[in-house]
């Protein structure tokens, strides 16, 4: 394992599900709602960036622990040792997310294009969704993300505006470190939405699921539950590869929520209505190819979350059912798995023909998010600390606290959007 760092190129290669999770959550929804987060509130929340990383790190980590300790994903032990109305219930939270998330990523992908060469969103939208079918049942997702990844470096265009911005740094450190607390509506509407991009239902099941599938894959890899002395080297493996993968992607939002601050919300922009407001943010560093730099970015990132979007909720259902499942199969040898990943999608793109602003969209799917994760993060949390499901490898003290807290923290501002 250590090999990787002597190793860079290889190191970069064998990044596993933690750090194509953390890539994946950049999606067009969490850069939207970062966006919208700088152009309402400017720097004041750029805190909940540094407040959402130890919390999203751990939940996931505790995800990727499940997969890979079980060999099963989250429906899979759901249906192992859970009521079956918990399963149910679970798989069809996880759905229903994951559809609105998948039309709504379809839909901006449409919209950053129309931007660049015209044309009616609505069929470019439609276009992205037959491209993400053919690409997940003819292609291997591992193979062609080798080659979408390259796309999200359009992101660190973001970057670009921060440097060369005129930046009140004041500012920005108190909106980093002091924390500002409002309890209307709209803050706590943001707050969830922003919660609710980082610590997304489809990540759980999508990093449970690959840890799971990996050990299959790997004739070397046994579950950790028959093969306790790969546990120590798995466990720095999970723990380094989604820290990581995290933390790339904390950093990119945090570029983001600074960047619609010093240029849309110093300049009156408020309330994001169409991506062309949003594009305008990378303007200062992309001149006459703000427009370019942002759908580079919406369609690059939205071509990686897409098929995590489909892939997940094939995954929970194939394991729900105990079908055939995984992307490493032929569809012909996964027939029912490949038809719930595809009718998912189909279902996303049609949802687009509806009069939907597809910006406010990426929005209040975050928000949902955010709503749908509290009752599956409590299941996650007693499922990690059963000894009955993890046997010797039950989750550490330190993880019991930041996940429970990554709980409760969800639970408590999306009950105090509810109650204002």
């Known amino acids: 394992m250590w090999k990787l760092y002597r190793y860079p190129i290889n190191f970069w290669r064998r990044l596993g599900p933690g750090f194509i999770t953390g890539a994946a959550d950049d999606d067009p929804s969490g850069i939207a709602t970062y966006s919208q987060t700088g152009a309402q509130f400017g720097y004041s929340l750029g805190w909940t ?60 992908m449409g919209a950053a294009l129309q931007l660049v060469i015209g044309g009616n969103d609505k069929i470019w939208a439609l276009m992205f969704g037959a491209l ?105 493996r999970i723990r380094f590869d989604t820290w990581l993968g995290m933390g790339f992607s904390n950093l990119i939002a945090l570029f983001i929520i600074l960047t619609t601050a010093a240029t849309l919300h110093a300049n009156g922009i408020t309330d994001i209505q ?54 490493g199969r032929r569809p012909r040898e996964a027939r029912a798995f490949y038809t719930v990943l595809v009718s998912s999608t189909i279902i996303g793109t049609l949802m687009n023909f509806a009069h939907v602003n597809p910006i406010k969209a990426l929005f209040w799917a975050a928000v949902i998010n955010g709503v749908i994760a509290v009752p599956l993060m409590y299941v996650m949390m007693h499922m990690a600390s059963s000894s ?22 969800m639970t408590l501002i999306v009950a105090a959007m509810f109650a204002v």
Not at 283 to 288: D, E, L, N, S, Y
Request: charged residues 15%; hydrophobic residues 55%; negative net charge.
């Open 49 to 108: 960036m540094l407040f959402s990383y130890p919390l999203m790190c751990a939940i996931q980590e505790i995800s990727g622990r499940i997969g890979r300790t079980t060999s099963y994903g989250l429906a899979g032990n759901l249906r192992l040792f859970y009521p079956i109305y918990v399963l149910r219930l679970m798989v069809l939270l996880l759905l229903i997310a994951n559809v609105i998330n998948l039309s709504a990523d379809l839909g901006a």
């Open 132 to 236: 993400c079918v053919a690409l997940q049942v003819f292609t291997d997702y591992r193979r062609y993300i080798a080659v979408l990844k390259w796309l999200t470096l359009s992101l660190f265009a973001y970057v670009g505006v921060v440097i060369v911005a005129d930046m009140p740094w004041g500012e920005v450190a108190r909106g980093l470190f002091v924390p500002r607390l409002e309890f209307s509506k709209d803050y706590l509407s943001v707050i969830v939405a922003v919660f609710g991009t980082t610590i997304s239902p489809y990540l759980f099941f999508w990093q449970a699921t690959h840890e799971a599938e990996d050990v299959i894959a790997d004739p070397e890899a046994q579950p950790l539950l028959v093969a306790p002395e790969q546990a120590e080297a798995e466990v720095k």
């Open 388 to 409: 009955k499901i993890m046997g010797e490898h039950t989750i550490p003290r330190y993880l019991k606290i930041l996940g429970w807290t990554a709980t409760g923290v």
């Open 274 to 327: 169409t991506a062309t407001e949003a594009a305008e943010a990378l303007r200062p560093v992309a001149g006459p190819l703000a427009f370019l730099f942002f759908a580079l970015g919406i369609i690059g990132t939205g071509m990686l979350a897409v098929p995590v979007f489909a892939a997940s909720s094939a995954y929970a259902v194939g394991e729900a059912l105990e079908w055939e499942i995984g992307l």
